[in-house]
């Protein structure tokens, strides 16, 4: 059977995050009706239907974390909470018709390329536990697809710590992005794993509840305090009436934080004044010099992603906390022992320790022209794309939030909107040129991605630390270095000549 004609392309869609969310509206504003989004757990959202922690929340103010098309003029608080955040993004799919394009409980496991046919064949399981990958009560599928976007972005999978003994723990064990909230804390010894983004904000919301919270810290993170506080009706009542004061605010707060990317990218150094103030913060915060010690960072400022909390700093300063700076040796099945011998009994430990980020593959099985495996090249090779969206030997086959497009200062939906025009663009250009693929060149990809490498080396992010930024051998994979506003000018139109067409 030949495939559709290139006007009406069969899409796949993976993810219903804010990147599958995005892109699915603007295929509907195209005119373009045969996609569909698949989405392996039962409802949509993404990281926000997934990390549903005590006090899980937006370090990005709520304004410049929406759509541009789409903005919310009733969020309640300057920084929006997850069930909010949540809230917006059904909305969003109620509003522009997308829950019949919706299939959940689908997991797509593989997608390969078939040459002969220039279509690409997607591997699906079904099921009400798809979203769990070892599962195998599993109905399996096979579609073909004109073209694949992959929007489960790298904040789904979570990253257990490799510890000995994890598994020996007879107590209550998970992860903060798996939430377990039937586990009663109250009164309960716990252990947390990891003092990152999701940490912060968890452990000032159980600290008043557990009886002790020993807090196993690696490196000191930089904290600096968040401006959050409630957004007055009134100044709803002006956004909803008046909307050109809330895009006034929206622009605003772009372009302060677009401001911060001299100091990440341009001139490094300029970080020596942010990091006065933070040290400030948290002598301000923090009156025990000895806790304080063990709280200060020793590396530069934005090498590592900056946390913003408020409540953090307090919380440790509680007389039934503990951070504990010694490395941990292994698990035991009543608590934790560090590689001084002293062992940390727990009946509980809560691992905030990020997602599977670098040193991982593919988002799932993906092969490409020639038998190219993209599993094995970026194992071997480190996370790479063009723009964080084309790759090499996979025709029609795009990324969003691939290689190379987070940030440590702005907003990702700026980021995201940026590569829904692009992926609109090349199909557009697909359709004017009645091609059925469209191939990066791999000359192409190589010289942006050594170009960009080089643009990094005068960042903040190479200056020494560790980070899930870089891959174990020291590539920065996950950042843009640069600033968003000159992303959006690469990703506004597509330049034909850098891809290979066939018909």
């Known amino acids: 059977m030949p495939s559709p004609s290139p006007a009406t392309p069969r899409i796949a869609i993976v993810g219903s995050g804010f990147a599958g969310i995005g892109m699915a509206i603007r295929l509907r504003q195209m005119g373009l009706e045969s996609f569909t989004i698949y989405e392996a757990a039962g409802e949509i959202g993404g990281t926000w239907r997934d990390n549903t922690y005590p006090g899980a929340a937006c370090d990005v103010p709520s304004h410049l974390y929406s759509f541009s098309f789409e903005p919310n003029p009733g969020w309640s608080r300057a920084y929006g909470q997850q069930a909010e955040i949540l809230a917006y993004m059904k909305h969003c799919v109620r509003k522009y018709g997308l829950e019949p394009f919706v299939r959940c409980h689908t997991r797509v496991v593989a997608a390969r390329f078939d040459e002969a046919r220039q ?227 727990a009946d509980a430990i809560i691992c905030g320790t990020g997602f599977q980020v670098n040193d991982i593959g593919a988002p799932f099985d993906v092969t490409g022209v020639g038998g190219a495996d993209l599993d094995a090249r970026w194992l071997r090779d480190g996370p790479e794309a063009y723009l964080g969206t084309s790759i090499a030997d996979f025709p029609n086959f795009f990324l969003m939030v691939g290689p190379n497009t987070g940030l440590g200062h702005n907003s990702m939906i700026y980021m995201i909107e940026s590569q829904v025009q692009y992926i609109a663009d090349c199909l557009r250009v697909l359709r004017r040129r009645g091609a059925r693929t469209m191939n990066l060149r791999p000359d192409v990809q190589h010289a942006f991605n050594a170009r960009l490498q080089e643009d990094m080396r005068r960042s903040v992010w190479v200056s020494g630390c560790q980070s899930w930024y870089q891959t174990k051998s020291g590539k920065v994979t996950a950042i843009w270095p640069g600033f968003t506003f000159s992303f959006r000018k690469r990703t506004r139109r597509v330049r034909a000549r850098e891809y290979r067409f066939a018909r």
Request: proline share 8%; glycine share 4%; with cysteine.
């Open 119 to 345: 279509v690409w064949r997607l591997e699906l399981e079904h099921g009400a536990n798809a979203a769990a990958a070892s599962s195998t009560t599993h109905e399996n599928e096979t579609i073909e697809a004109d073209i694949v976007i992959a929007a489960s972005g790298p904040l789904s999978q979570p990253a257990m710590p490799q510890i000995a003994g994890l598994e020996r723990f007879t107590g209550k064990l998970f992860h903060s992005a798996r939430w377990d909230h039937d586990y009663p804390l109250e009164g309960k010894r716990v252990a947390v794993i990891g003092t990152g983004a999701s940490a912060i904000q968890f452990v000032p919301r159980i600290q008043p509840r557990v009886a002790q919270l020993d807090l196993f810290q690696r490196t000191a993170p930089w904290i600096m305090p968040k401006p959050d506080k409630p957004v007055s009706k009134r100044a709803q009542w002006w956004f909803r009436y008046l909307p050109f004061t809330q895009r006034f605010v929206r622009s605003t707060i772009y372009w302060q934080l677009e401001s911060r990317a001299i100091a990440f990218v341009v001139n490094p150094k300029l970080m020596k004044y942010p990091m006065k103030f933070g040290l400030s913060y948290l002598e301000r915060r923090v009156k025990d010099p000895e806790l304080r010690a063990k709280l200060t960072p020793n590396y530069r400022l934005g090498c590592k992603r900056v946390l913003l909390s408020s409540e953090y700093y307090p919380a440790l300063s509680q007389p039934n906390v503990e951070v504990v700076t010694t490395a941990i040796r292994e698990v035991v099945a009543d608590g934790v022992v560090t590689e001084d011998g002293v062992h940390h009994p």
